[in-house]
């Protein structure tokens, strides 16, 4: 049995419908990082999961017993917040200790737990320092001892490095994803961060608007988004759209993107068109899609435009180029594209390339 499950969870404010019938199983030891826009519902989610906000309707579980009924502090969860909320007067020390204390526990084993605490967190040197003498870095290893030191039954996460710089971040989002492995504690992560949550998570539910668009491990939701809005939301370059028309009859089929650019579709493709009895089509291309095409290459799959504009990435370079009327993105080996480039040849991967309904959005194939 799933240690945490929500059933049609739903919360209204007033008239606005802040979650929609949320369905999720997380399973013991899984770490699940609710990811979307800014007022997808993520936070509300979360806040409703710890007990902080009441449910409007639906039921949340752990362990097969309803939690609907249980204050927050009953729950066995321990959360870490975007801005730590330490206590300013109080130590390091005093800060990892305080729910221990407040739960009558042993002075002398609270010492031992803090001890172990601070070693896991190399925050052994820190213990007598108050929390504004700490930099943004140390204060979330704080927070995040804070939480550990509960031992609870389930972990959640309020965006806990968004007030850390870039580089910081990335070496704290290893360092959480390392502890919980060896602690085997199940958590939830919240962010609007889809790096975050590609490189986290166990699995990944994608909000919009307070509905779950898809639910599934990072690499299912990168090779097959549900619908352009996940497609386009997760995947760094992001991947580009571009409208198409479907031409040509008898299994045979064309993408024309306007301006010459026609792309020959494989049949299973083709297929998939027809059952979906669309002729125009919304193309999502990611830059690993498109590249530099070699003399062999087919004319069905290649295109040709100038070059826009290049990102060197180091191991890879990112090149605009133009497809039809939009921009799209090609990755090329470093230094073999460069801007104001003319009518170079690239080539479509038209195996990989996703088909969305232009209306709907919704995958095609
Ligand atoms: P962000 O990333 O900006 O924090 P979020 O995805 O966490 O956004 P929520 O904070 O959960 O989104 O908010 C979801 C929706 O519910 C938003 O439309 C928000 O305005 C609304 N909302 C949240 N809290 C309240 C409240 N207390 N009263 C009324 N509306 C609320």
Redesign the pocket.
Known sequence: MAELTLRTVE?R??N?Q??KAVDLDVEHGEFIVLV??????????L?MIAGLEEISSGEIMLDGRSLNAVAPRDRDMAMVFQDYALYPHMTVAENLGFALKMRDMAAAAIEEKVHAVARMLELDALLERKPKALSGGQRQRVALGRALIRDPKVFLFD?PLSNLDAKLRVGMRMEIRKLQVALGTTSIY?T?DQIEAMTMADRIVV?KL?EVQQIGTPIDIYQRPVNSFVGTFIGSPPMSLVPARRRGENGEAVLAFGRGHDIRLPPERVEALTRAGVDQVEVGLRAEHISLAEPGDADGAAFTSDVILVEEHGADSIAVVTLGEREVMARVKPGAAHVGDKARRFRLDVDALHLFHPETGRRLV
């Open positions: 919360k404010f007033g606005v802040a979650v979307g826009p800014s007022g997808c519902g993520k936070s509300t989610l806040r965006e919240v609007h909000l307070g």
